[in-house]
C-alpha cells in the first residue's frame, strides 16, 4: 500500500526540481547500519556513514524531504536557538565544548559539503544576522559575540547605524552578523543530499514507513509493512514528526518534545528597486525576540518570512494577515505584502531547548529538538552519529548523549504548548537586564 500524502503547498515544493523516486521496501534484505528517516538528519548520517565504508539503507515513510527538511525558512545558523554556548559546557562538560565548537562551524560546514557533493540549492554564503529588538538585547548580542568566539566562531557585533546599513532599516538596535551563515533552498539540498547518498552507495527507499525496530539473532529488524531490513546499527531520524506515520514507533522519542506548527510564506518577487532598500545584502535575518521576526530572499527574489498565530480557526489567512503587518512595521517600503504561497511544517521544541541525542540500545541512536534551528546542525549531527556507530569514542565526539524521557506532563504540555506564543510576545516587549 502506498500511503496517500501530499507535499505542502510551499514554495520550494513548486520551484524545486522534481527527483526520481525510491522503490518501496519490499521483502527482506540486509546492511550494516539502517537510518530512519529522509530529512537533514537522515541524509547526512548515511551520506557519512557510506563515506566510511558502511553498508548502509535509508527508509522513509512518505518522500526524502517531505518533513520539516522541505519545509523550513532555510536559513543557515551556526548558533542554537536559546542555549548559550557556556551552558553547553556548564551541562556537558567536554562534550559541550566539542558541541559549541560544531554548532559554531555547523553553517561553513553545511555550505562546503553542498559545495563539495556539486549540489545546486541556490546557496547563498552571505551571512546570517540576529538583529537586536531592544537595547538590553543589543548588550545580549555583544555577550553572545563574544561567546560564540570562544568556541571558533567568526561572529561579529555590529551597532545600529551598521545594522540600518545592512537591512535598510532602524527598526533594530544592532545585534550580531556571523559571516558564515546564509541561506538555501532547503528541499533543493535535502533533494541534492539523497543524490549524494546514492552516488556514495546509500540504498533509499520511499514511502515505506517503518513500524517498528525489536531486536532478534543479534542484528536489528526495522520492518514495514511489505519488508524489513536487518542491521547492526539503527538511526532514528524521524525528529518532530516522529509519531505522525505510527504513532508506537518510538513513544519516548516522540513525547520528548512538543511538535508546534510554524508557517512559512512567500512574497511575489520584488522589484530591483524595493531590494535595493531591503535587505540589500539579502543575509539571511532573524531577530532576537522569541516571537520570532525572520526573513530571507529566495533565488526567484521573494521574500520568504514566517510567523505563528494562536489557534487552527482560519490560520492561514491569520497568519498571512499577521505576517504582512510585521513586514510593514520594519520595511514600510514593501506595504502589506499579499502572499503567494503559504505553508507550514512541525518544529520539534524541548521544554529546555537542549536539542536531545539518544543512544537508546548500543547500536540504536536518535537526536531530536532542533527548536526551530536545525538545518545546520542536522548536518553536522549526522557526521557525528556515523561517526558513532563507526566506533569513534565518544570522548571526541560532540554528542551530547542523556537518557531519553518523556516531557513531564506531556499532554498537557502539548495542549497549552501553543499559549507559549502568547508568554513569548509579552516577553519579547518586557526589557531585559544583564549581569
Ligand atoms: C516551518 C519550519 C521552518 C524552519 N526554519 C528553519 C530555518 O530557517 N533554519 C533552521 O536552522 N532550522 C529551521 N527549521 C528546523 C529544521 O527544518 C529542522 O530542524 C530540520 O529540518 C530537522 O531535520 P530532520 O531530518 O531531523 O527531520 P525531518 O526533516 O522532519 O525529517 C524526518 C523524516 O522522518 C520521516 N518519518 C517519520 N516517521 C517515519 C516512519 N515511521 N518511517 C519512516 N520515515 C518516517 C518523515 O516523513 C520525515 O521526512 C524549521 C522548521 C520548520 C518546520
Not at 108 to 136: K, M, T
Amino acid at each position: 500500500m502506498t500511503y496517500a500524502h501530499q507535499w505542502p503547498a510551499s514554495l520550494w515544493s513548486a520551484a524545486t526540481a522534481a527527483r526520481a523516486a525510491s522503490p518501496q521496501l519490499l521483502g527482506t534484505v540486509d546492511h550494516d547500519a539502517v537510518v530512519i528517516g529522509g530529512g537533514l538528519s537522515g541524509l547526512s548520517t548515511a551520506l557519512h556513514l557510506a563515506r566510511r565504508g558502511i553498508r548502509t539503507a535509508l527508509i522513509e515513510g512518505l518522500e526524502v524531504g517531505w518533513g520539516a527538511s522541505g519545509r523550513n525558512n532555510g536559513q543557515v545558523i551556526p548558533t542554537l536557538s536559546a542555549v548559550e554556548p557556556g551552558a553547553l559546557v556548564k551541562r556537558f562538560g567536554e562534550t559541550g565544548e566539542r558541541l559549541a565548537t560544531l554548532v559554531g562551524a555547523s553553517a561553513e560546514y553545511l555550505f562546503r559539503l553542498a559545495e563539495s557533493e556539486g549540489i545546486d540549492c541556490e546557496a547563498e554564503q552571505v551571512g546570517w544576522f540576529q538583529p537586536a529588538h531592544s537595547p538590553g538585547r543589543q548588550r545580549l548580542s555583544e555577550q553572545r559575540v563574544n561567546a560564540w568566539n570562544k568556541f571558533g566562531s567568526t561572529a561579529e557585533l555590529l551597532d545600529r547605524a551598521e545594522t540600518a546599513r545592512l537591512l535598510g532599516t532602524d527598526f533594530w538596535h544592532g545585534g550580531m552578523f556571523n559571516r558564515s551563515g546564509g541561506h538555501i533552498n532547503p528541499l533543493a539540498l535535502v533533494r541534492g543530499l539523497a543524490s549524494a547518498c546514492e552516488r556514495a552507495g546509500v540504498t533509499i527507499y520511499e514511502n515505506s514507513p517503518v513500524t517498528d525496530f525489536t531486536r532478534r539473532d543479534e542484528k536489528w529488524h526495522v520492518a514495514t509493512e511489505r519488508g524489513m531490513v536487518r542491521a547492526k546499527s539503527v538511526v532514528l531520524a524521524t525528529n518532530a514528526y516522529s509519531d505522525l506515520l505510527h504513532r508506537k514507533l518510538a513513544p519516548t522519542i516522540a513525547r520528548s518534545i512538543v511538535p508546534i506548527t510554524s508557517w512559512q510564506m512567500a512574497t511575489p518577487p520584488l522589484s530591483e528597486e524595493v531590494r535595493a532598500q531591503v535587505l540589500p545584502g539579502r543575509q539571511a535575518v532573524s531577530d532576537t525576540r522569541a516571537d520570532l521576526r525572520y526573513f530571507r530572499y529566495d533565488a526567484r527574489n521573494r521574500l520568504i518570512t514566517g510567523g505563528s498565530v494562536l489557534g487552527a480557526f482560519n490560520a492561514r489567512q491569520r497568519v498571512a494577515d499577521h505576517t504582512a503587518k510585521r513586514l510593514a512595521e520594519a520595511f514600510p517600503q514593501l506595504g502589506l505584502q499579499q502572499f503567494t504561497h503559504v505553508w507550514n511544517g512541525r518544529i520539534g521544541i524541548t521544554y529546555d531547548r537542549y536539542p536531545r541525542v539518544h543512544r537508546l540500545a548500543p547500536d540504536v541512536w536518535s537526536w531530536v529538538g532542533c527548536n526551530g534551528r536545525g538545518v545546520a546542525l542536522s548536518v553536522s549531527l549526522g557526521r557525528e552519529l556515523a561517526a558513532a556507530i563507526d566506533g569513534v569514542s565518544l570522548n571526541e565526539l560532540a554528542l551530547p548523549v542523556t537518557e531519553p524521557s518523556t516531557m513531564p506532563f506531556y499532554p498537557i504540555a502539548r495542549r497549552v504548548a501553543p499559549f507559549v506564543l502568547a508568554w513569548y510576545k509579552r516577553r519579547d516587549h518586557r526589557e531585559i537586564k544583564l549581569g
